[in-house]
């Protein structure tokens, strides 16, 4: 295999790698996974909401939703009940406990992000977003093709 790989090419394993050194500090410095965040957020903007309406706004599949779900009831963060009437839905909302971890986490979160951006300029900022939204959208349409 040749070691000639293109600019390009050797920008989206940068990328890739970026990424996932993000994800792993992310993680560890707020204690607990991006899954779980995105989760914890979503619920947090909503006094309850159901179960498949929270599988939907997530990148999860439902079944994955469904395991931090249980894991975070265990942990007290969340409590799931069924809908009165309904019993096929279930209604998913933050405890007190979940409430304050959301709480924290996004306080530690903004300061990550602060850390991680430390020497990045406005102008570099905003190009970046225009680059993302763009790569975004590249995304988006290739999906369309797969």
């Known amino acids: 295999m040749s070691k000639d790989w293109s600019q390009k090419a050797t920008l989206l394993y940068q990328m890739y790698g970026v990424n996932n050194a993000i994800n792993t500090t992310f993680d560890a410095y707020i204690s607990i996974s991006q899954s779980r965040f995105e989760i914890l ?17 997530v990148t999860l599949d439902k079944a994955a939703v469904a395991r931090h779900l249980k894991q975070l009831e ?62 975004n959208r590249n995304v988006e349409k290739m999906k369309g093709n797969v």
């Not at 957020?41 to 706004?57: D, G």
């Not at 959301?102 to 430390?118: G, P």
């Open 74 to 135: 265990d942990n007290g963060i969340v409590s799931r009940r069924k809908k009165d009437g309904d019993n096929r839905i279930i209604l998913v909302k933050l405890t007190d406990r979940g409430r304050g971890l959301i709480e924290t986490s996004q306080k530690e979160k903004e300061h990550f992000a602060e850390e991680l951006l430390t020497d990045i300029s406005d102008t570099e900022l905003t190009v970046l977003r225009k680059i993302l939204v763009q790569l």
């Open 41 to 57: 957020a979503l619920i947090y903007q909503e006094t309850e909401i159901s179960q498949s309406a929270l599988q939907k706004k």
